[in-house]
């Protein structure tokens, strides 16, 4: 019954910066495990950055320094603030949610992630 909905890609120029959203509907949106994920043309995807119940992060090493995961429970939406953008991050990004039991620890990309967004595609040219 949950339900996600990104906005905010579009096209860009390599160095430029995007904002992604994610309103999320249905269930208790504070207890879940929150996560932006992508896949490229051809390839398999990817996380990008998740963020837990009380805001610890995790990024994968190609986006750190240029991309912030952040949300805001009081509005049930989730943000993907990403800045000097590579051609390379090109892709469909996709909002996805978990049901998590703790309060506290990070969100590991590698869980099982149960709720998912029709995804937003970001293109980046050179």
């Known amino acids: 019954q949950v339900q996600l909905v990104e906005s905010g890609g579009g096209s860009v120029q390599a160095g430029g910066s995007l904002r992604l959203s994610c309103a999320s509907s249905g269930g208790i949106y504070s207890r879940f495990c929150m996560g932006w994920f992508r896949q490229a043309p051809g390839k398999e995807r990817e996380g990008v950055a998740t963020?837990?119940?009380?805001?610890?992060?995790v990024y994968a090493d190609s986006v750190k320094g240029r991309f912030t995961i952040s949300r805001d429970n009081a509005r049930n939406t989730l943000t993907l603030q990403m800045d000097n953008l590579k051609p390379e991050d090109t892709g469909m990004y996709y909002c996805?949610?978990?049901?998590?039991?703790?309060?506290?620890?990070?969100?590991?990309?590698?869980?099982?992630?149960?709720?998912w967004g029709q995804g937003t595609q970001v293109t980046v040219s050179s």
């Open positions: 996805a949610a978990r049901v998590s039991l703790w309060t506290s620890g990070r969100c590991a990309m590698s869980d099982e992630y149960n709720y």
């Open positions: 963020i837990s119940r009380d805001g610890s992060t």
